[in-house]
């Protein structure tokens, strides 16, 4: 008899507060993951980042508002850069729990934001990234192609 694979689906939105909040309400979920049993955990686009739904950034066509600057830089800020603080905690919590996981982050690349999953494993940590191939819409205003 084969034994089951157990996958979880963590399923939560960005803290407002940014993502030292967002982090530390993923890592809350740790004894739920290892009580679960399951073997992958998948999580939200842009969770560690935030996705910055409605906002337009200050921007017209040929220009941007100095207070879309601001949201822009602040959004940038809120980033992460891979690999980081931010992966080493995320590589910790799939070693703890055995289990792998999957994520949605805004990531820093120079100076371009990438709207990027992220893959670790129990035994190697952080293993690869896929950067969205190409953003929607308004979303290339703010994304880099991957």
């Keep these: 008899m084969t034994q089951a694979t157990v996958v979880a689906a963590l399923q939560i939105g960005s803290s407002p507060e940014g993502k030292a909040a967002t982090l530390r309400n993923i890592l809350s979920f740790e004894?739920?993951?290892?009580?679960?049993?399951?073997s992958l955990v998948v999580m939200p686009e842009a969770l560690l980042g935030g996705y910055p739904k409605g906002e337009i950034f200050g921007t017209y066509l040929g220009y941007r508002l100095p207070e879309g600057r601001e949201a822009y830089a602040h959004y940038y800020d809120?980033?992460?850069?891979v690999p980081g603080p931010e992966t080493d905690e995320l590589a910790g919590l799939s070693q703890r729990t055995r289990a792998n996981l999957v994520i949605g982050v805004i990531e820093r690349g120079g100076n371009t934001l990438y709207c990027t999953a992220l893959f670790f494993s129990p035994e190697d940590g952080l293993i690869t990234k896929h950067r969205k191939l190409?953003?929607?819409?308004?979303?290339?205003?703010?994304?880099?192609q991957g």
């Design 134 to 144: 190409m953003p929607t819409g308004t979303e290339r205003l703010i994304w880099g």
């Design 78 to 81: 809120n980033a992460i850069d």
């Design 31 to 38: 004894e739920k993951i290892r009580a679960s049993g399951a």
